[in-house]
Structures are given as structure tokens and as C-alpha cells.
């Protein structure tokens, strides 16, 4: 596993957590809650910002980004427009600091312990990927339920995976 993959599919995930908020037509439904749901797109979205600016950005990357974990699930009606710049502040981060981490960097201890155990950057990094599309599954379900559109927006997207070389 390189660093570069690790980025590839993150800024992947991201993307597709763009696209599944710029999907919904009407802002408002990103804070719908139906019955036996427990947290809203806006409040996923958020969440996935906030771990990947504090783990990624702040932690291994040093960006001094400070994480508010409650109100990630607890803010209401934040606008599309202040998610997105969200989003996109998350990919930033990521791509910065995998680029300045490089592969030597994937075999040492994470900077911070998780759960007070020493796990290795590469294996962390690799749970938040799974973090992201699990959670990104989630808006996609919830964004289909609230809106009634079945129609996809390429999320886990293969066509942006890197090929290889032609031989």
C-alpha cells in the first residue's frame, strides 16, 4: 500500500461526498431525520470533515485544525454552501499532508494513540477510508429516502481508480 493510494481513495470518497451533497434539491432535506435514522447527511458530513481535518490534517499533518466532535452531530440547518466549503477544506488537508507523509511516513506509529493503543499510519489511515465509505453509504441511503430519486452519483466510483500502464 503506498501513501498515494491511500490519498487516491480518500480524495475519491470526497468527491463523492460532494456529489451526494449537491445532489439533494432542496438544502433543507440534507437535515431531514425519518423515522429509524439516526443522524442526518448534514450531520455525516460534517462528521466526516471534522475526523479527516482532525486525524489527517491536524494530527499527522499539524494544520492546528481543533475538532468539535458534539457539534459535528449536534448542529442543525448549517447551509449547503458552508458544508461543501467544508468538504472541501477536508480534501485540501488530505492531499497536503499525504503528499508530505510519502510512504517512509506509513510504517511509523501514528502520532496520537487511538483507544490507548499505538497503531501504525498506514493501518489507521487505511480504517479511514472504510470510516468514509461506510458513513458515505449512509448519505446515499438517506438521500435516496428523503428524495425520492433512486438514481446514482457514481458513489465508490471505479472509474477513478488509477490504471495501470499499458504493457
Known amino acids: 500500500m503506498t501513501c498515494a493510494i491511500i490519498k487516491t481513495l480518500m480524495l475519491r470518497e470526497l468527491r463523492a461526498l460532494r456529489r451526494q451533497i449537491e445532489a439533494y434539491p432542496d438544502e433543507s432535506l440534507l437535515w431531514a431525520q425519518p423515522d429509524g435514522v439516526s443522524n442526518t447527511a448534514g450531520n455525516l458530513a460534517l462528521h466526516l470533515s471534522g475526523n479527516l481535518q482532525h486525524f489527517v490534517g491536524a494530527k499527522l499533518g499539524g494544520t492546528g485544525y481543533v475538532r468539535d466532535r458534539d457539534a459535528e452531530f449536534a448542529r442543525r440547518d448549517v447551509g449547503r454552501a458552508e458544508i461543501l466549503r467544508e468538504i472541501?477544506?477536508?480534501?485540501?488537508?488530505?492531499?497536503?499532508?499525504?503528499?508530505?507523509?510519502?510512504?517512509?511516513?506509513?510504517?511509523?506509529?501514528?502520532?496520537?494513540?487511538?483507544l490507548q493503543k499505538t497503531i501504525a499510519t498506514d493501518v489507521w489511515l487505511m480504517?479511514?477510508?472504510?470510516?468514509?465509505?461506510?458513513?458515505?453509504?449512509?448519505?446515499?441511503?438517506?438521500?435516496?429516502?428523503?428524495?425520492?430519486?433512486?438514481?446514482?452519483?457514481?458513489?465508490?466510483?471505479?472509474?477513478?481508480?488509477?490504471?495501470?500502464?499499458?504493457?
Do not use: C, N, W
Not at 91 to 105: E, N, P
Not at 152 to 157: E, I, N, Q, W
Open 88 to 114: 472541501d477544506a477536508t480534501s485540501a488537508a488530505v492531499a497536503q499532508t499525504l503528499d508530505r507523509v510519502g510512504d517512509d511516513g506509513l510504517s511509523a506509529p501514528f502520532p496520537e494513540p487511538i
Open 127 to 167: 480504517h479511514l477510508v472504510a470510516h468514509l465509505g461506510y458513513h458515505l453509504g449512509q448519505i446515499d441511503y438517506h438521500r435516496r429516502m428523503v428524495t425520492g430519486d433512486k438514481t446514482t452519483v457514481d458513489v465508490v466510483s471505479v472509474r477513478e481508480l488509477p490504471t495501470l500502464p499499458a504493457s
